[in-house]
Structure formats: structure tokens, C-alpha cells
């Protein structure tokens, strides 16, 4: 029987210390949609278009969607649409050597606090991930994926680390939700795995190459495409 593991995901965002105001939930919203795809690369949406599928006035959608332009995450038309950056080679080998530099590092920072209780909490995650690459549940995946990292790198207490990697996150994620789309699950591999070994044996080098590596798989399938 298929289970929708999305629901499993539903709410993963990391949390941060924005006052819950409409203003941060419009754009935790908006920064969700850039994560998982509720954004694809190559259609423009209208700023209205986006209020009315939040059920908000245009007002606070303009404000989080300015800070989703000064993050890089998004680009504005002049007639009120915004729209992915493209991904140009440049863009893409850029984001790749700063996950590179930056998540490995967040990762070694996080082991010092990953306890047996923490890596338990990591392992429960990687199993539902499992389940939704079973089940060919890109959302749910991608939902996963994330978790799993970002849940990690909280151990870290880094905020303004975490800040960089989340940003960069939302640079690729859509082009991400366009290649699993197109590819489905069954070929998706990572080194989650190979993560909580390295934790659960406090070896700092078996977690750089395995963050490390699981960066460059990922980022692979997007290179892929660019040079298609």
C-alpha cells in the first residue's frame, strides 16, 4: 500500500526568532513554496496571483518578497511578476563551492551537541525519507531532505550559518523540484547514513566526506541539467 509521507513533512521549516507576525508567516510561507517546490523555474507569478493563493492582501506579500530578492531567492518584472533566477553555470558553481565550505563545517559544529537522543531524532528522520524514495514521494523527499540537514545543523546553535546555507537552499530547491519531477526517486541516493555513523562514532572526517559527498550528489542533478 502507497502512503503519502508529504504529510509526515508538512511543517519542517527551522524554527528562528521572528516575531510570529503576518508579515514573517507570509514569508515563511513563500520561503516554504522556494524550498519544495511550490515555485518552478521559468514561470512567472503575479504578486496578486500570490496573495490570492495565501488569502492575504498584496501588501505583506510585496514586503516577503522583497526580502526573497535581496536573498537572491527570487527577481522581479517590471509588471508585478517575480520568478526564479535563472541558473546559469556561474550561479550554479557558485552555490555549489559555498554548500561546500558551509555545510561541512555547520555539520562538525553540530557534532559536539549530537547525544544519543539527537541522533536517535535523525535516525527516525532518515526512515520516513526511506519511505518516500520507496514510494517515488518527491515532496515528501525533498520535505525529508531537508529535515534531516537542517535539523543536524540546529546542533550547531549557528544562526548566522544556518541563515547562509537556508538562503542557498532556496536558490536551488526549485530547480531540484524540476529534476526529481522529471527523474522520480528510484536513482536518488545521499549519505545520511554515512552522517549519523560518523556522529554515533564522534569522527569528524567521516562526517566532512559525508556531508561533502552528499552536497556534490545532490548538486549533481542540477549540473546535469544546465548542461543538458
Given at each position: ?9 508538512s ?10 507576525t ?18 518552478l523555474?521559468?514561470?512567472?507569478v503575479?504578486?496578486r ?49 559555498a ?32 519511505v ?30 544556518a ?66
Amino acid at each position: 500500500m502507497k502512503h503519502d509521507q508529504s504529510s509526515t513533512f508538512s511543517s519542517v521549516l527551522r524554527e528562528d526568532s521572528a516575531p510570529n507576525t503576518t508579515h514573517e508567516r507570509i514569508y515563511r510561507a513563500l520561503k516554504e513554496k522556494l524550498l519544495f517546490g511550490g515555485f518552478l523555474p521559468g514561470k512567472a507569478v503575479t504578486l496578486r496571483g500570490l496573495a490570492d493563493d495565501l488569502g492575504v492582501s498584496p501588501m505583506p506579500v510585496r514586503e516577503a518578497v522583497r526580502r526573497l530578492i535581496a536573498e537572491g531567492a527570487l527577481e522581479l518584472h517590471g509588471n508585478r511578476r517575480v520568478s526564479i533566477p535563472e541558473m546559469s553555470e556561474k550561479n550554479y558553481r557558485e552555490i555549489m563551492l559555498a554548500r561546500s565550505l558551509l555545510e561541512p563545517e555547520l555539520a562538525i559544529m553540530a557534532m559536539q551537541n549530537a547525544d544519543e537522543a539527537r541522533i536517535s531524532e535523525l535516525i527516525a528522520i532518515d526512515e520516513e525519507i526511506d519511505v518516500c524514495l520507496e514510494n517515488g514521494d518527491v515532496e515528501g523527499y525533498m520535505r525529508g531532505n531537508y529535515h534531516f540537514h537542517f535539523h543536524l545543523y540546529s546542533f550547531a546553535s549557528s544562526h548566522v550559518m544556518a541563515n547562509l546555507v537556508e538562503s542557498l537552499w532556496m536558490q536551488f530547491g526549485p530547480f531540484m523540484r524540476l529534476v526529481y519531477g522529471r527523474h522520480g526517486t528510484a536513482n536518488l541516493v545521499d549519505q545520511h547514513k554515512q552522517a549519523i555513523e560518523a556522529l554515533q562514532n564522534k569522527d569528524s572526517l567521516a562526517l566532512r566526506t559525508a556531508i561533502t559527498e552528499d552536497v556534490r550528489q545532490g548538486m549533481v542533478f542540477i549540473g546535469d541539467q544546465i548542461q543538458s
